[in-house]
């Protein structure tokens, strides 16, 4: 074998070591409260989906006015709320099954009898301030 093909095998050799970019972890996101919409942008009855830390989270006013903040995924098959979701009175309504939650992230209504007890959104802390809407996130 060649001077020059054992050096191309031989792992040890610097220049056929990993480059450091490759090496090096993604940076972290901070912790903290992101801006994902003005006020005006989730009227009454609105949902909206945003991007937060290459995720989705979706955001909705009930039709009395009380804002809140999920995380994408109905608990029932998964489908994402921001995606023909639809505000019914102070319930975020599921698209596929038309299963309801409230603000909290409580299912509160389904169209086959009884909520399920464990069929829960998960909901993300927020803040309304001076017409911007944070969520709270850490890693
Ligand atoms: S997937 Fe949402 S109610 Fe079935």
Known sequence: ???WKRREQDPR???????PSKEQPRLPY??????VATSGEVRPGKVLTRRLKGEDVVLY????????VVRPFCPHLGAHLGHGGTVRGDN???PFHQFQFDPEGTCVKTAYGAPPPKARLATLDFR?????????SHA
Do not use: I, Q
């Open 30 to 35: 901070p912790d903290g409260w992101f801006a």
């Open 1 to 3: 074998m060649s001077r």
């Open 92 to 94: 975020l309504v599921c």
């Open 13 to 19: 050799d610097p220049a056929r070591a990993p480059s």
């Open 128 to 136: 309304e301030v001076d017409d911007l809407v944070f969520v709270w």
């Open 61 to 68: 006013r009930t039709t009395s006015g009380r804002l809140s």
